[in-house]
């Protein structure tokens, strides 16, 4: 399939710059099925109580967002070399090594040390260093921390900076709302280096509505990498590498999972990266089992979900993954008219910007 298939023109003063506030306050275009040329719904996060019923199951990504933006300067054999150089990390590999997308990665040689910081008590030394151990493609390299576990946890939090998209980093800096505003309130457990999204218009007040509406939720958790920020270069879909992300469902989970929709009730996704893990999870009956590993799941056009019945997501890049994937869930010429409406009545884009709820084809 083509990847030009899924442009289209988004003017720059629609890209959001801040959140909402408050979160729920956001507009929500709501999607149901139908041809391309059904009416939208134009309604806000805050009224997601009224479009449920409380047989319904919301699952969350419950990660949360490590400051993956460290940067540093080269050396080789001790000697210092006028190379300054941006890493940000986007999967662990072990308890010292991550993959990371490094600019200027063409600068960088395997052997290569890298030393992060300096200044003020971070590791007793003041100093983070790492190996370049190897350099792959696109600008990844593979990086060897001379710290491990805990201690380089720690490291990277004093060090590191919150990892906006570069849409928003490309127009101003990160301050310090970032580090609320880029975390969702059901952040429970550290390695994301990109926030799920659509999970950002979630408050205490919203979600207490839905408890109050009898609304159930349950959390999964998925790692999400900065490779969710790569341009697809590729011509035609098939010729695109997905990069793989870290995920988990607990039994719990999906126990609660399978009785909703056992039940009767929708399984509704709270941003793409829970739907691409419950896919990855389910079997071809549509049965989601306990997981706990990697999945470079790429869903476009054709592909048959198997678990998730609705989808709450922000809005995305044009020839991105993600727009590929909400054309798979709801219908290309669906989705083209959907964001043809949102462009039309102002609706705010991607990260920080406004959602859609959208029912599966």
Same mark, same amino acid.
């Given at each position: 399939?083509?990847?030009? &298939?899924?442009?289209?023109?988004?003017?720059?003063?629609?890209?959001?710059?801040?959140?909402?506030?408050?979160?729920?306050?956001?507009?929500?275009?709501?999607?149901?099925?139908?041809?391309?040329?059904?009416?939208? %719904?134009?309604? $806000?996060?805050?009224?997601? =109580?009224?479009?449920?019923?409380?047989?319904?199951?919301?699952?969350?990504?419950?990660? !949360?967002?490590?400051?993956?933006?460290?940067?540093?300067?080269?050396? $080789?054999?001790? +000697?210092?070399?006028?190379?300054?150089?941006?890493?940000?990390?986007?999967?662990?590999?072990? &308890?010292?090594?991550?993959?990371?997308?490094?600019?200027?990665?063409?600068?960088?040689? =395997? %052997?290569?040390?890298?030393?992060?910081?300096?200044? %003020?008590?971070?590791?007793?030394?003041?100093?983070?260093?790492?190996?370049?151990?190897?350099?792959?493609?696109?600008? &990844?390299?593979?990086?060897?921390?001379?710290?491990?576990?805990?201690?380089?946890?720690?490291?990277?939090?004093?060090?590191?900076?919150? =990892?906006?998209?570069?849409?928003?980093?490309?127009?101003?800096?990160?301050?310090?709302?970032?580090?609320?505003?880029?975390?969702?309130?059901?952040?429970?457990?550290?390695?994301? +280096?990109?926030?799920?999204?659509?999970?950002?218009?979630?408050?205490?007040?919203?979600?207490?509505?839905?408890?109050?509406?009898?609304?159930?939720?349950?959390?999964?958790?998925?790692? +999400?990498?900065?490779?969710?920020?790569?341009?697809?270069?590729?011509?035609?879909?098939?010729?695109?590498?997905?990069?793989? &992300?870290?995920?988990?469902?607990?039994?719990?989970?999906?126990?609660?999972?399978?009785?909703?929709?056992?039940?009767?009730? !929708?399984?509704?996704?709270?941003?793409?990266?829970?739907?691409?893990?419950?896919? *990855?999870?389910?079997?071809?009956?549509?049965? +989601?089992? =306990?997981?706990?590993?990697?999945?470079?799941?790429?869903?476009?056009?054709?592909?048959?979900?198997?678990?998730?019945?609705?989808?709450?997501?922000?809005?995305?890049?044009?020839?991105?993954?993600?727009?590929?994937?909400? *054309?798979?869930?709801?219908?290309?010429a669906r989705m083209k008219a959907a964001y043809?409406?949102?462009?039309?009545?102002?609706?705010?884009?991607?990260?920080?910007?406004? *959602?859609?709820?959208?029912? !599966?084809?």
């Open positions: 399939m083509r990847v030009d &298939e899924f442009d289209f023109d988004l003017p720059e003063s629609l890209i959001a710059l801040r959140p909402a506030r408050p979160r729920r306050a956001a507009r929500l275009l709501v999607c149901e099925p139908g041809p391309a040329d059904a009416p939208f %719904g134009d309604a $806000r996060v805050e009224d997601l =109580p009224d479009l449920l019923t409380p047989r319904d199951l919301l699952v969350f990504n419950d990660t !949360r967002v490590i400051p993956a933006r460290l940067r540093g300067g080269r050396w $080789r054999a001790g +000697v210092d070399l006028p190379v300054s150089c941006e890493l940000m990390l986007h999967r662990r590999l072990d &308890e010292s090594r991550w993959l990371a997308f490094a600019r200027p990665a063409k600068r960088l040689k =395997p %052997g290569d040390r890298i030393r992060f910081g300096g200044e %003020g008590g971070v590791c007793l030394l003041g100093t983070l260093e790492a190996t370049v151990e190897a350099r792959g493609e696109r600008g &990844e390299v593979t990086l060897a921390f001379d710290f491990a576990g805990a201690t380089l946890d720690e490291a990277i939090a004093a060090l590191g900076e919150m =990892p906006l998209p570069p849409y928003i980093e490309g127009r101003r800096a990160t301050d310090e709302a970032d580090l609320a505003d880029y975390q969702t309130v059901l952040a429970a457990k550290d390695g994301a +280096v990109a926030a799920p999204t659509a999970a950002l218009h979630f408050d205490e007040v919203l979600l207490g509505a839905l408890d109050a509406k009898g609304v159930g939720r349950v959390t999964v958790t998925l790692h +999400v990498g900065a490779g969710t920020f790569l341009p697809v270069t590729a011509e035609d879909t098939e010729d695109h590498k997905m990069h793989a &992300e870290w995920g988990e469902i607990a039994p719990e989970a999906a126990d609660r999972i399978n009785a909703a929709r056992a039940a009767g009730g !929708r399984i509704v996704s709270i941003g793409t990266t829970s739907l691409r893990l419950l896919e *990855s999870a389910a079997g071809e009956d549509g049965i +989601v089992r =306990p997981f706990r590993g990697e999945t470079d799941i790429f869903i476009t056009p054709g592909y048959r979900f198997r678990a998730v019945d609705m989808l709450m997501t922000n809005f995305h890049l044009p020839r991105s993954t993600l727009f590929m994937l909400v *054309s798979a869930f709801s219908g290309t043809a409406h949102a462009i039309a009545q102002g609706y705010r884009f991607y990260s920080y910007g406004d *959602s859609s709820l959208l029912s !599966r084809a």
